[in-house]
T-cell receptor, first 110, second 117 residues
Framework: DAKTTQPPSMDCAEGRAANLPCNHSTISGNEYVYWYRQIHSQGPQYIIHGLKNNETNEMASLIITEDRKSSTLILPHATLRDTAVYYCIVFRNNFNKFYFGSGTKLNVKP | GAVVSQHPSWVICKSGTSVKIECRSLDFQATTMFWYRQFPKQSLMLMATSNEGSKATYEQGVEKDKFLINHASLTLSTLTVTSAHPEDSSFYIC?????????????FGSGTRLTVV
């Protein structure tokens, strides 16, 4: 599976949009981009995933560049409860293993 | 939905004893489950893949005799840390694929905090 690169940490003001970038320049055509987050001392929580089109759900939006070499997770109105480590994972949907990178620690501040 | 239940949520044991952690898929069947370990301020590290009805496969560097995995049914996988030592103290997390996310994505348990004293 392709490797991902994320900034180690980011700050965001409460109520503002949080934009979390991820580079995956070696992604293959059949690999999806997944985002999970881990709030302190809990298991990872699924957020969103996509292949090449932009995706939106009740939690977030996922913007994937046309060349698919990078993506951005957008939390439209960050709250203090969104403070967590966010993981970007590329994954092939044929029962391959899920490997986690180092993630981005998002600090939402009042 | 897709819910994975992990038990216990935390455990303290004496050095040299064994500890069993259970991972259950509550509303779906999971032929494959995964076990992770996470040390403080680090990312999740995949330890092994648990396969229903067959032997688990371990990642490189993970001692299979120390971390015994049993996947006896389609909804239950167990991880036993044998002869635990303080360096085995960690956060252990399981995951499974299935449920309403069907053929994609994984659902994670809430984790087990193991402290060996």
């Amino acid at each position: 599976d392709a490797k991902t690169t994320q900034p180690p940490s980011m700050d965001c003001a409460e109520g503002r949009a949080a934009n979390l970038p991820c580079n995956h320049s070696t992604i293959s055509g059949n690999e999806y981009v997944y985002w999970y987050r881990q709030i302190h001392s809990q298991g990872p929580q699924y957020i969103i995933h996509g292949l090449k089109n932009n995706e939106t759900n009740e939690m977030a939006s996922l913007i994937i560049t046309e060349d698919r070499k990078s993506s951005t997770l957008i939390l439209p109105h960050a709250t203090l409860r969104d403070t967590a480590v966010y993981y970007c994972i590329v994954f092939r949907n044929n029962f391959n293993k899920f490997y986690f990178g180092s993630g981005t620690k998002l600090n939402v501040k009042p | 939905g897709a819910v994975v239940s992990q038990h216990p949520s935390w455990v303290i044991c004496k050095s040299g004893t064994s500890v069993k952690i259970e991972c259950r898929s509550l509303d779906f069947q999971a032929t494959t489950m995964f076990w992770y370990r996470q040390f403080p301020k680090q990312s999740l590290m995949l330890m092994a893949t648990s396969n229903e009805g067959s032997k688990a496969t371990y990642e490189q560097g993970v001692e299979k005799d120390k971390f015994l995995i049993n996947h006896a049914s389609l909804t239950l996988s167990t991880l036993t840390v044998t002869s635990a030592h303080p360096e085995d103290s960690s956060f252990y997390i399981c995951s499974a694929r299935g449920g309403d996310r069907g053929s994609y994505g994984y659902t994670f348990g809430s984790g087990t905090r193991l402290t060996v004293v």
